[in-house]
Every structure is written in structure tokens, then in C-alpha cells.
């Protein structure tokens, strides 16, 4: 027995029963979900929260930048409605500003879980949806410059009140949102996942009763927490900084600086963001939750990738984040496109730790979550659709290997919709889906390559909605590692004219002839150049992962010492 | 003249036997250790020795159905072929971005493993089909010289995969390519998407196209060799490869789609686990195949195992029907350790066969499950097959160092260590059944495998089921299931459709070109009067859905023919409420694939002549640990001595040639007229 009055071993098959639980959610929403975004990219999240509303545990596959989003809805449900839930309640909400959200299209649900008349836990999932209205389609285009035009905004409320459906607020919800037959889809999925886990829960309540539950909750948390400041303690005590910029937020304001001062003495480590640029206009802010899940990622992946995912970890940290500032931003701010600024919260988290994690730190990544969004109407069926896709990138180069080409990096992992897919569902044309030469930073590692996607409409004019970050701020190397190459947006016209587009490229008329052409950001290189293997180099070139060209700007080696080439 | 069926399934450690006589259902078995360098060594030598010790005719083995490793080890070693691959321009990334995920989210270290192809071997070429099969961009001859040309100066390439955009509607384009290479280029092997895979979804078709070229020179040459040596002992034997999907095919099929055969052995459990348990007259089953680093589950409803469609084998994605094993690392060999949260974590790391778990006395010296069950006098000391000695001694020395760590007692440590192990299991059970909407408590749990048995009881208890079946030879089941398999090949076509009425004449064109191919099969490969069968099954899913459920919608001999509209429908919504609990009665339904499986059943024979025991012999009692409560004395039980009729209450422990049973002291066994053991498990 230990202090907590779990022993050890019965604690981690309780833990597992748990995981599981969340596991099983997180299988039937992908499985019974309607959009694509959900079933074949698995932008979606379950969790259990205790009954005081924290989390305990998150699906295997959960995505980081959920992660505060849920936790943030506990909060706030607990709050409004603490001595008023029953058993058969379902709540819902989205809003970042009132509800803990991090951006609109992602939709919140929580179902109570009850022994008797005892609260024990939530069983807590997230979707992102694919379209919840606002004044663009697909709720995710750049330029929007204040919360109202991003989406409904939908604060706490009650879905179900006793096992019964709230029709009114349902059909408000749907009539709200563009394809309201997918959104109740997803709506539905996301009903039967809080059905599914309550039964599980109650499964586990029977062998455990709900005091011994309470228990095992404190204790995960408890032993989580213990593990984060463990790894924490691992750090040399001390003050590193770092500072970053975004390109623009789409909205008239350029290079948004975020300003990191982590201060770490003995297992307590402060994350201060002192400094840091105001808010601004365009719909790149981050909700303190958002800043939060960043941070609890870059500190899972440097120093212990098996600590679990729950409060435990949020309670080991300390965050300093000056409201109203562009990492604790406040109502009426935007904030459809967070991911990428919490991309730059984990480059300036990486790049302020790289000095002391050298081996575990990678180069700055992409640093984006490259969206396109194409919208029209389909020439043959005379529907409208929306096509959204979210493009990976170059992963940072590390200390002994090369960077990943062309994946998903940090705090987003969802996966691509097949060329065959997207031509069979909507009147598109994918002509190239490619790794990009010379994209990945030069460095005694290479870091990892941009994608390239070229796509154009079939038998009319589509809008194009395309949002890119490290357009202008490259991703940067460590240890003498060149940069990686920046995004960039264009137009290529039939003739192959190139007509450039920014990096918040909005509603971008596209003819039959003209393609959209979108290439994200390679990812920085670790250590010099210059002490790259000429293996490795002649391996590249044979590859055409780089040219001569590139060969000839940054590996000196290998014009001293040429190697018979290909 | 008797007609024997020989069943062979290579293993890691083990090849292993099981052959039967038709006319008399005498059925035999034998185990000798593997010859990883050389598999077939083990084979020729193994088939030759029980030749011998069963005073079988070599000349009288009408079959020798083969379960095979050879392909998956070729993928887990990354030992293949030098591989091309030919793809429509724009697209030769395609396989390396995969679907642009990364394996594990916090793990900064671990990538994807790169393509089998690297990129200056992914050749592109111009040429473009679109969505309705439409050639949107013509192949031209001079294309395909150029090409041929620059696979020629890669002296290293044996193997080449052809994967065109939207080749599965529209074949022509791969299907010039592919004839050129083989005219130009006769040495090197082929593969062709719209053959292997022709499915919608182009990385994973590829991925598997490609995966099949990579196996193509090894496993064809493995094949054929290995059948040229057997004839040499048994010259009359037909030779049969066990495919993932479960069923055989010829050696030549197999030499065409190795990646047919990734998971060879384990399937065949599957199908002997679904025979076994159909002697016994229960067609609803869970497998628990329990060895020395991993478990298998897999579920069988009405006698059919559960097909899956994906897997990823050491990385790498395949998509084609296989039967739907799920795999956690946790078995004999799984190591206990306490975990940075200072909780007890057991496996994944396995002490594996060498140096294995302390107890076996080579080596290990790491707490073991195996340690945990010797402690508990789960495992006893003296096996009933001999073979191995088990050291007390050494699996308390293993155990201690954790028991102290935790500040509990010994026999505690190794409940605790055994209990993980099984919710561990008990996990693996669940994703087969209850995520994919089976109530585990209406089926009957058989364990299998070396330590299936050890366990089995408690992971029911965990899971509500109540019943338990163990087969009569738990320990060689993957080899009783190939003498027990028949000729198996799916056939599939696309079609993607609104159900209607007016669709239905498309889909019975398609189904009967369908049902053609298997015909043709049929005659090819299918010798004399088997018994032949086919089933009709369609992907569907609710229009705008991007994922499909499968859908058995007819099955019969010789003809069968699509169904009308509201069949089709009312099949598909069955499904999706069985699967997903709800469903939109009034949704429009989608038809994407067609699939049509034909089978030709084999000649079969039940299994008779085994042990005939006469009376319970002397009987043996340890002390074994069931729970906290403490040790209860326990009889130690050979199985050849348990006659049919046999009912014997808990607790015991009942052995075998190289497999344990636990009875806890709830639980009554009674041994069936097919000499299988069924435990029922009081209420919990």
C-alpha cells in the first residue's frame, strides 16, 4: 500500500481500464462519425475528467491542442452548473472566450457519469467540425479579424437534459452551420461516444465504488504530476529565453513577436511570457488554454514521452501570460487558426531548452498547420462542398538523425485525404502531391522537406482559402544547422504564369485552367554543414532530396572531396 | 489405401506438425525447433521424422498445407527484393508521405519507416486516369522504353510494383506497363496495383502493391523450392499456401501475391480455433493465443473468424481481407518492472526465448510472467512433456527484487504481475469484440498457444464470460488448422453506387463478372468434386461517408446472384446499428466495392484415435495461489488421463505436452465428446 491507499498494482490496472475507456470513445466516434475530417483524419479527442472537472486521462491517439480545450470546458461547466447535473446530461460548447474552447470548430461535449446520486467523473470528446458557420466556409479562413465572424459561438449549455435531447438548441446549432446533415452526423457520434463511455465508467464504478474511484483519480493525477516534476528536476536549474516571431496574422499586423523567459529551480519550472506582443486583429490569438497545451506538449516530448496526459501535468507548471496579450488573448479576439501559433509557442520552448536537452531538442519544424479550404458548387450536382485539408511539412532535424520529410509535426498529427478521395467526392483535380528539393535545411542532420500540392478545379471556378505561417520567418537550425526553406503560396496558370498569393491567401477565385499551388515550410538543420557525411550527402543527391546547386551553397566537403555522382 | 493430410505451420522456435488420416480420422502430431537461416530444413526433416515416428507412408500424404513466417520476417528484417516503383507523374512521394502522420505524437525520435523503394528507384512516367476511369492523359510507348531503360541500368532492381492513380476503375495504363517490363525485362518480377489491390485509396493499395514486389523474388523462390523438396518425400501431396484471409492457395497464387501470406501462421490459429470449436458444437468464439512475447485475439461468430481490411506490419500499411487478429505485447516472456510512475508495468519488453524468463534456468534473471505463474504453482514444476525443467529457485530470485520495491509479499508481487499481464489481455479482447459492437459475454473464450491455458480463466472472469473452451492439442493449434482449411480466393470489383433499384442491374453486371472469375478460379485450382461455395458481400456506407462497412449480403453454391434495392439496404443498416448502436434509417446508402469469396472445400475427416484414457491416475497436490486469500491445495492433472465424460470440479491444474490448464476453485471442467476441455466459470 502506498501513501495514496491504492497499491500499485491495482492502480495501474484500474489506470488501464481507464485508458481504455477513453481508447474505445475515441474508436466509435472515428467509426461512426459522418465527415471525413473525423473518419479519415482524425481530428478528434476523448477524454475522463473527475468529478472536480479535472482530467485524468486522454485517448492514446488524443491530439495535444485538444487536450487544455476539454479540460478548459470542465471549468467552466463546473462553474455554471455545479449542483445542477443529472445522470442522462449531455453538455456542449465550443466558445474560447466563455467555455475554455481554443477555436469554434471544435465542438466540446461532456457527459456526467453518477454513482446514485454521487458525481463521480465526465466522460469528456471533442470534434472538429468541419464547417460552424461565420462569414467564411469551413469557419477557418484567414482575415477574420473578430470572433463573431469566425462561427457560432456556443457557450456552456445543456444538450440533454435526463436522457432527453434539447430539439430547439439543436436545431439553432444546425441551422447555424453549413451541411447541416454531416454536422448532425458528427453531432451524433459524438452523443453515442458520451453514451458509450458512461456505460464503461459505470462498468468500472461496480468493481470499484465510487470512493475508491475518487481515490484512483487523486492518484493518477498525483503520480502524473510527481513524474512531470521528476523529469522537470532532470533540468539544470537556471533562466533561458527565447523569442520568435509569426509572419502576420492576415489582418494587417506583421511579425507578432512571442517572448519566452522559462525559469527552472529544482522540480517548479515557470513558463513566462512577459514580453510578449498584444493580441491582434486577425484570428491568430491564443486562449490561455491553447498556450497551455503547447506548452505541456514541447514538455512531454523533450523530457518523457510516456507521461501520461491529464491535470497531473498542468499542475507541475507555471505559466505567466499577460491577458490580453497574443498568448492570453481576450473577447472579441479571433482565433480560428491557433494551431499554428501554438506551433511557435513549441519552437520557442524547444529553442529556449535546445542549449540544455541537446540529444531529445529537434530543429525548428514547419511551424505551421498549413490549411486549404476549396469551396464551390459541383458543376454535375449543382451542391455546394468544402474541401479542407490541413498539409504537413519538414520536422526538425535532431542530433543524430535527419528530420522527417513531409508529416505532421508537434501539436498536430491528422492525417491527408487520398487523391483518389478528393477527386471522387468533389470536382477537383490533385496534379502533384510531392516533397519539395533543397527544402530542408542544410546542417550536419538535413532537416526534414516541405509537401508540395497542386490542385485545380474541373469544369468551374472554385474559391480558394489558404493559410500558411513561416512564409517569412524561416524555420531556424540549432547548433549551426542551416534554415529551412520558408511556405509560400502561388497561382500557376495553364500558360505558367505564377502569380504569387500571401500567406493568408483569402477567397481566392480559381478558374478551370489556373492551379493552386501550395508548398509548406521545410524544417531546420542540426549542426554545421559542414559536417555532414558525404554519404549522406551523395544519398540526398541520388534521392534528388537536393540538388547541386544546394550541394555546392552549403556542403564545402563535397567540392573538396567529390564523389563519383549519379 | 489411406490418405493422409499433413499440416505444417513454421513458427520462430517451433515447426509443427499435425497430420490426419482421412478414413480413420487418426491424427497425429509432432514438434521439432525451426531453422530460421533456412526454413524449409525444418520442414523436409520434421515432415520426414514423423513420417517416421507415426509409421505414415510418405507416398500416401495427399496434401501438405503450409503456414508460412517467411514473408513476414522478410518485412520485419527489411530482407527483399531491390525495388522499383512506376507511378503516375506527380505522385512518386505518395508512398513516403504515406497518410503524413506520425507514429507516436510525443516521440520526437521515431519516424515512419522509409519506402521499400527508395526515391531515385520511384520512376515516374506520364500518364493520368481520372475519377470515372476516364484517360485523361494518354501513356505513350516511347514513355514506357524510356522507362524500361532506366529500370535496366538499376542492375539491383529484381522486383518491380506499377501503381497508377485510379487504376483500380481503369487498368489499361498499369497493365501496358506491366506487359512491357515483363517482354523487356523478363528476369524481374512485377507487381501490379490493379492485380494485387484494385481498390480506391491509393497510398494504401500502393503501399501493398509495393510491399508485394518487395516479397515477390524471396517468397516465390522459397516456394517453389520448398515444394520441389517435399515432393521428394511426398511425391503425391498437393501443396497448399495458407493465406492471411484464411484459406489455401497454390503455390504458384502465392509465388504471385506473397504479401497474401504477411500473416500466414497466426490466421491459421484462427481457423483451427473455428474447427475445433465446431467439433464441440459452439460456433461463437474469442481465440487467446498466449506465447512467449505476444497474445493473439480474434473473434469467430457462427464458426467464421473476422475479416479486417488494414494492417500495418512492422510499419508498413496492408490493405486486403485478412482475418482480424489483434496483437499486444504481453505473453510468457513479458518482463515486470516498476514504471517512472512508480507503478508495476508489465511488458512490452519480453526476455523472448533466449535469455527467457528466469525459471527456465538460460539465462534470464528478469521478473517474468512465466516467473510469476511458477511462484503462484500456476506452472508446474515438472511439465508433462518433460522438455523443459522449471526452476523455483531462480523465478523467486527474479520476482523478489520487485516485491520489495513495492514493499508487498512475494506471492502478492506475482498476482499483481499476472494480474497486469491479464488486463493487458483482457484489453486486447475487448478491441475485438466490444469496439467493434460484440457483447464478449455471448461467446465462449478459447485459449491456445503455450500459455493460453495459464490465463484463460482469469480473463474471462475480467470480461463477465462464462465459458471456456480448451482444445485438445492447445499447443499446435495453427497446425490443425491447416489440415482443417479449404481453398480460399477473394475476388473484388469496384462499384460505386447510390442503392436504388435502378442501380441494381449495374451491380448484378458486376457481381456476375464477378461470379465468373471465381468460375474460372474454380476450375483452375479446384480439384475434382469439392464442394464449392461463394459469398456475396458489399462496402457500403451512408453517401458523403468516407469509410465503408462490410456487409455480407448472399452466399450459396454455384450461382449466386446481387440482391434487390431494399435488401441491400436493410442488410447495410443491420450492420451499421450492430456496429456503431444507432443508425439513419432514411440516409442515402452507397455501394464502393464488391467482394465475392469462393471457397472449395477440401476433403476433411474429424479428429479421432486420440489419447484414450482409461482411469485418473494418481494424483499430485501442490499448493496454488488463485487470489490473496492464500495458497489452496490443488491436484495436478495429465490430460491424456481425462477421458471423454470426464467432469472434474476446481481447482486443478491440468498438463499437457506444452500446455497448462488453471481451474480455479469456482470453475468445473468437463471434457466433451471431441475430447475438448470446457470450463465453466461460476457467477461473479
Known amino acids: ?133 461565420g462569414a467564411a466556409v469551413g469557419s477557418m479562413s484567414g482575415g477574420l479579424d473578430e470572433i463573431y465572424k469566425e ?115 529544482g522540480e517548479e519550472i515557470t513558463f513566462d511570457f512577459t514580453g510578449t506582443d498584444p493580441q491582434v486583429k486577425g484570428n491568430f490569438n491564443l486562449t490561455w488554454n491553447a498556450t497551455q497545451s503547447a506548452i505541456c506538449y514541447s514538455l512531454k516530448a523533450l523530457l518523457d514521452a510516456e507521461i501520461p496526459t491529464n491535470q497531473g501535468i498542468f499542475d507541475a507548471i507555471r505559466i505567466i501570460a499577460p491577458a490580453g496579450s497574443f498568448v492570453n488573448c481576450v473577447a472579441p479576439a479571433a482565433v480560428a487558426m491557433r494551431a499554428n501559433s501554438c506551433q511557435r509557442v513549441v519552437d520557442c520552448v524547444l529553442g529556449a531548452l535546445a542549449p540544455v536537452v541537446p540529444t531529445q531538442v529537434v530543429a525548428a519544424a514547419n511551424g505551421a498547420n498549413t490549411s486549404a479550404v476549396f469551396t464551390g458548387t459541383d458543376p454535375a450536382t449543382g451542391k455546394m462542398y468544402v474541401y479542407l485539408e490541413t498539409l504537413g511539412g519538414g520536422m526538425g532535424a535532431r542530433y543524430a538523425r535527419d528530420g522527417k520529410d513531409g508529416v505532421q509535426v508537434h501539436i498536430t498529427n491528422t492525417s491527408n485525404l487520398p487523391v483518389e478521395a478528393i477527386e471522387l467526392e468533389y470536382p477537383l483535380r490533385v496534379e502533384e502531391y510531392s516533397l519539395i528539393p533543397d527544402t530542408g535545411g542544410a546542417g550536419r542532420q538535413r532537416g526534414g522537406m516541405g509537401i508540395r500540392r497542386v490542385i485545380r478545379p474541373v469544369a468551374h471556378t472554385c474559391e480558394f482559402n489558404g493559410v500558411g505561417e513561416r512564409f517569412h520567418h524561416a524555420p531556424w537550425g540549432l547548433f549551426g544547422g542551416a534554415p529551412g526553406a520558408s511556405g509560400r503560396f502561388y497561382l500557376l496558370a495553364s500558360d505558367g504564369e505564377r502569380t504569387p498569393l500571401s500567406s493568408k491567401a483569402t477567397r481566392i477565385a480559381l478558374c478551370e485552367d489556373t492551379c493552386a499551388v501550395i508548398e509548406t515550410p521545410g524544417a531546420g538543420g542540426y549542426g554545421k554543414p559542414e559536417e555532414r557525411a558525404l554519404s549522406a550527402i551523395d544519398a540526398d543527391l541520388q534521392a534528388g532530396k537536393i540538388t547541386l546547386q544546394e550541394v555546392r551553397t552549403n556542403y564545402s566537403q563535397w567540392m573538396e572531396f567529390p564523389l563519383p555522382s549519379s | 489405401m489411406e490418405n493422409w493430410i499433413v499440416g505444417c505451420d513454421v513458427g520462430g522456435t517451433f515447426t509443427d506438425f499435425c497430420a490426419r488420416e482421412m478414413a480413420s480420422g487418426r491424427t497425429v502430431i509432432h514438434k521439432r525447433p525451426s531453422t530460421p537461416d533456412d526454413p524449409s530444413r525444418a520442414v523436409l526433416n520434421g515432415l520426414k521424422e514423423l513420417a517416421q515416428l507415426h509409421d505414415i507412408d510418405p507416398a500416401a500424404i495427399g496434401r501438405f498445407a503450409h503456414g508460412t513466417t517467411v514473408a513476414t520476417n522478410a518485412l520485419l528484417q527489411r530482407k527483399g527484393a531491390g525495388v522499383a516503383l512506376v507511378t ?191 467439433s464441440s458444437g459452439i460456433g461463437d468464439v474469442i481465440t487467446l493465443d498466449i506465447g512467449g512475447t505476444s497474445t493473439d485475439v480474434c473473434l469467430i461468430r457462427d464458426g467464421k473468424t473476422a475479416l479486417a481490411s488494414t494492417r ?52 534470464g534473471t528478469l521478473p517474468t510472467v512465466s516467473d510469476a505463474n511458477v511462484i503462484l504453482g500456476r506452472l508446474p514444476i515438472q511439465l508433462a512433456g518433460g522438455g523443459l525443467t522449471i526452476d523455483r529457485d531462480l523465478a523467486v530470485r527474479a520476482v523478489e527484487p520487485v516485491a520489495q520495491q513495492l514493499g508487498v509479499s512475494l506471492e ?128 457500403m456506407r451512408y453517401f458523403g461517408q468516407n469509410y465503408e462497412l462490410a456487409v455480407p449480403v448472399a452466399s450459396g453454391t454455384g450461382t449466386i446472384t446481387c440482391p434487390d434495392a431494399a435488401t ?106 471431441a475430447l475438448n476441455m470446457i470450463m465453466e466459470l461460476a457467477d461473479v
Open chain 2, 88 to 278: 503516375t507523374r506527380g505522385f512518386r512521394d505518395l508512398l513516403e508521405i504515406g497518410r503524413q502522420a506520425r507514429p507516436l505524437i510525443y516521440d520526437l525520435q521515431v519516424d515512419a519507416p522509409a519506402p521499400l523503394a527508395p526515391r531515385h528507384l520511384r520512376f515516374e512516367i506520364d500518364e493520368r486516369i481520372g475519377p470515372r476511369g476516364e484517360v485523361l492523359r494518354p501513356l505513350h510507348d516511347a514513355d514506357i522504353d524510356a522507362l524500361i531503360e532506366a529500370i535496366r541500368a538499376q542492375p539491383d532492381v529484381t522486383a518491380v510494383a506499377v501503381c497508377l492513380i485510379f487504376a483500380f476503375i481503369n487498368p489499361d495504363h498499369e497493365r501496358r506497363i506491366a506487359e512491357a517490363i515483363r517482354a523487356a525485362l523478363p528476369q524481374v518480377f512485377v507487381s501490379v496495383s490493379s492485380d494485387v489491390q484494385p481498390e480506391f485509396r491509393e497510398f494504401e493499395r500502393f503501399s501493398t502493391t509495393l510491399i508485394n514486389a518487395f516479397l515477390q523474388p524471396e517468397v516465390s523462390g522459397y516456394m517453389a523450392r520448398l515444394e520441389a523438396e517435399v515432393k521428394t518425400v511426398a511425391p503425391e501431396a498437393e501443396f497448399g499456401i495458407f493465406q492471411s484471409s484464411g484459406g489455401l492457395m497454390s503455390v504458384q497464387r502465392a509465388g504471385q501475391f506473397p504479401v497474401r501470406t504477411a500473416l500466414s501462421g497466426p490466421a491459421a490459429g484462427a481457423v483451427g480455433a473455428a474447427g475445433s470449436g465446431a
Open chain 2, 412 to 539: 502478492e508481487a506475482a498476482l499483481g504481475i499476472v494480474g497486469i499481464a491479464n488486463a493487458n489481455m483482457s484489453r486486447a479482447i475487448r478491441v475485438v469484440s466490444i469496439e467493434k459492437g460484440y457483447d464478449p459475454r455471448l461467446f465462449t473464450l478459447m485459449p491456445f498457444g503455450g500459455a493460453g491455458g495459464l490465463h484463460a480463466a482469469d480473463v474471462a472472469k475480467s470480461l463477465g464470460m462464462k465459458r471456456i473452451i480448451v482444445p485438445l492439442t492447445p499447443g499446435i493449434l495453427c497446425a490443425e488448422g491447416l489440415i482443417m482449411a479449404d481453398l480460399q480466393e477473394d475476388f473484388v470489383a469496384n462499384c460505386r453506387s447510390i442503392v436504388t433499384e435502378a442501380a441494381i442491374p449495374q451491380l448484378r453486371a458486376e457481381c456476375a463478372g464477378l461470379v465468373d472469375r471465381a468460375l474460372d478460379w474454380l476450375a483452375q485450382e479446384a480439384v475434382g468434386d469439392a464442394a464449392q461455395t461463394m459469398h456475396l458481400s458489399f462496402d
Open chain 2, 312 to 363: 500495418d506490419i512492422s510499419g508498413f500499411r496492408i490493405r486486403l481481407p485478412m482475418v482480424d487478429i489483434h496483437t499486444v505485447g504481453a505473453g510468457g516472456g513479458s518482463i515486470a518492472q516498476i514504471g517512472g510512475d512508480g507503478l508495476m508495468k508489465v511488458g512490452p519488453e519480453s526476455a523472448g526465448a533466449v535469455p527467457g524468463p528466469a525459471c527456465y534456468g538460460k539465462g
Open chain 2, 568 to 673: 441491400l439496404r436493410e442488410a447495410f443498416l443491420a450492420e451499421y446499428r450492430r456496429s456503431y448502436g444507432h443508425c439513419d434509417p432514411d440516409g442515402t446508402v452507397e455501394t464502393v466495392n464488391l467482394r465475392l469469396r469462393a471457397t472449395a472445400r477440401l476433403t476433411q475427416s474429424a479428429a479421432k484415435g486420440a489419447p484414450q484414457a482409461t482411469s485418473v491416475a494418481e494424483r499430485q497436490f501442490v499448493p496454488v495461489w488463485f487470489d490473496r486469500t492464500g495458497p489452496a491445495q490443488t491436484p495436478i492433472l495429465a490430460r491424456a488421463h481425462l477421458p471423454a465424460g470426464t467432469v472434474l470440479p476446481g481447482p486443478a491444474i491440468i498438463t499437457q505436452l506444452d500446455s497448462t490448464t488453471v481451474v480455479p476453485p469456482d470453475a468445473t471442467v468437463r471434457v466433451d465428446g
Open chain 1, 151 to 265: 462561427g457560432l459561438r456556443i457557450p456552456l449549455m445543456r444538450l440533454y437534459r435526463r436522457g432527453k435531447c434539447d430539439e430547439d438548441l439543436l436545431r439553432l446549432l444546425l441551422l447555424n452551420m453549413r451541411l447541416p446533415d454531416e454536422r448532425r452526423g458528427d453531432l451524433n457520434a459524438q452523443i453515442a461516444a458520451c453514451r458509450l463511455g458512461e456505460g464503461r465508467l459505470q462498468d468500472l464504478l461496480k468493481v470499484h465504488g465510487a470512493a475508491r474511484m475518487d481515490a484512483i483519480f487523486d492518484a493518477v493525477i498525483e503520480r502524473t504530476q510527481l513524474r512531470m516534476r521528476k523529469a522537470i528536476a532532470s533540468l539544470p536549474d537556471g533562466t533561458y529565453r527565447f523569442e520568435d516571431m509569426m509572419d502576420d496574422d492576415g489582418a494587417g499586423t506583421r511579425d507578432i513577436r512571442i517572448v519566452l523567459a522559462i525559469t527552472k529551480s
Open chain 1, 1 to 133: 500500500m502506498s501513501e495514496d491507499g491504492i497499491d500499485p498494482i491495482s492502480l495501474e490496472i484500474a489506470w488501464n481500464g481507464l485508458k481504455s475507456i477513453a481508447d474505445e470513445c475515441f474508436t466509435a466516434i472515428m467509426r461512426s462519425a459522418f465527415s471525413s475530417n473525423v473518419k479519415e483524419r482524425h481530428d478528434h479527442s476523448t477524454a475522463i475528467a473527475d468529478a472536480r472537472g479535472r482530467l485524468v486521462v486522454q485517448a492514446e491517439m488524443a491530439l495535444p491542442v485538444h487536450l487544455a480545450s476539454m479540460g478548459g470546458m470542465m471549468k467552466e461547466l463546473l462553474a455554471l452548473y455545479a449542483g445542477d447535473i443529472g445522470p442522462g446530461d449531455i453538455f456542449i460548447a465550443n466558445d474560447p472566450h466563455v467555455a475554455g474552447g481554443t477555436h469554434l470548430p471544435d465542438i466540446n461535449m461532456a457527459a456526467p457519469v453518477f454513482e446514485g446520486d454521487r458525481l463521480v467523473g465526465f466522460i469528456a470528446n471533442i470534434i472538429h467540425h468541419a464547417d460552424v458557420g
